[in-house]
C-alpha cells in the first residue's frame, strides 16, 4: 500500500514562498500521476496542480498560475510545490495524492481520479 508523507508547510507573510514535498513509498513511484489539492476553512478541496508519472506534462490551476510550478523528482520518490508570492487566499491544508495509472503522459485534475491521498499541510499566509 502507498504512503504518502507531506512536509513543508508553515506561516509566511503575503509575498513570501514556501515549498512543499510530498515523499511517496510503498510502490514503484513513476507509477503515480501526482497532484497537489487544496481545502480552506468550510470550503470544498480543489485542485492545484498536477504532473504525469514522467514529469514531463503538468497542470497548473488558473487560481495559481504563473506563481505555483509542480515537479518531481522519481529517483527521490518526491514531488514538489513550489509556491512563490503567496497571498492570503493561498491559506488553506494543502494535501498531496497519488493515482496509478497506465498512461505515462497524463494529468489528473479531478480529486475522485485519486486513490492514495497524503495528509494534508497547513499553509498560512497573513497579509
Known amino acids: 500500500q502507498v504512503q504518502l508523507v507531506v512536509s513543508g508547510g508553515g506561516l509566511v507573510q503575503a509575498g513570501g514562498s514556501l515549498r512543499l514535498s510530498c515523499v511517496v513509498s510503498?510502490?514503484?513511484?513513476?507509477?503515480?500521476?501526482m497532484g497537489w489539492f487544496r481545502q480552506a476553512p468550510a470550503q470544498e478541496r480543489v485542485f492545484v496542480a498536477a504532473?504525469?508519472?514522467?514529469?514531463?506534462?503538468?497542470n497548473h490551476a488558473d487560481i495559481i498560475r504563473g506563481r505555483f510550478t509542480i515537479d518531481r523528482d522519481n529517483a527521490k520518490n518526491a514531488v514538489y510545490l513550489q509556491m512563490n508570492n503567496l497571498k492570503p487566499e493561498d491559506t488553506g491544508g494543502y494535501y498531496c495524492?497519488?493515482?496509478?495509472?497506465?498512461?505515462?503522459?497524463?494529468?489528473?485534475?479531478?480529486?475522485?481520479?485519486?486513490?492514495?491521498w497524503g495528509r494534508g499541510t497547513q499553509v498560512t499566509v497573513s497579509s
Open positions: 495524492a497519488a493515482a496509478d495509472i497506465p498512461i505515462t503522459a497524463m494529468v489528473l485534475r479531478s480529486s475522485s481520479e485519486y486513490t492514495s
Open positions: 510503498g510502490r514503484s513511484f513513476s507509477s503515480y500521476s
Open positions: 504532473v504525469s508519472r514522467s514529469g514531463l506534462t503538468t
